[in-house]
Nanobody, 116 residues
Framework: VRIVESGGGVVQAGGSLRLSCAAS????????IGWFRQAPGKEREGVSCISSVGGSTDYADSVKGRFTISSDNAKNTVYLQMNSLKPEDTAVYYCAAGSGGSWYHWGRGTQVTVSS
């Protein structure tokens, strides 16, 4: 199983980035995909997730209205479109695949830095 995140970078406050999460070695349709982030000195927190069935989505309150998660099952890829970025969004962003509320397969993360 391989989970690879990409698309991170440095952006000014108010800018946008789109993160990608490419999964291989799993039956993509059997898993929910979640995005998490961890800022220096802070615990990892859930950002958004998309279910494997029906494509329902969920977002942390801190990103609602700014971030959008989407899935391209044909490409085994999930995207996180991040708009109106704030300095407090600075973190390493991780993607994970899981089911039943548990996250089994994790990527190594991609750094997002938002400058003020």
């Amino acid at each position: 199983v391989r989970i690879v995140e990409s698309g991170g970078g440095v952006v000014q406050a108010g800018g946008s980035l789109r993160l990608s999460c490419a999964a291989s070695g799993i039956t993509f349709d059997d898993y929910a995909i979640g995005w998490f982030r961890q800022a220096p000195g802070k615990e990892r927190e859930g950002v958004s997730c998309i279910s494997s069935v029906g494509g329902s989505t969920d977002y942390a309150d801190s990103v609602k209205g700014r971030f959008t998660i989407s899935s391209d099952n044909a490409k085994n890829t999930v995207y996180l479109q991040m708009n109106s970025l704030k300095p407090e969004d600075t973190a390493v962003y991780y993607c994970a695949a899981g089911s039943g509320g548990s996250w089994y397969h994790w990527g190594r993360g991609t750094q997002v830095t938002v400058s003020s």
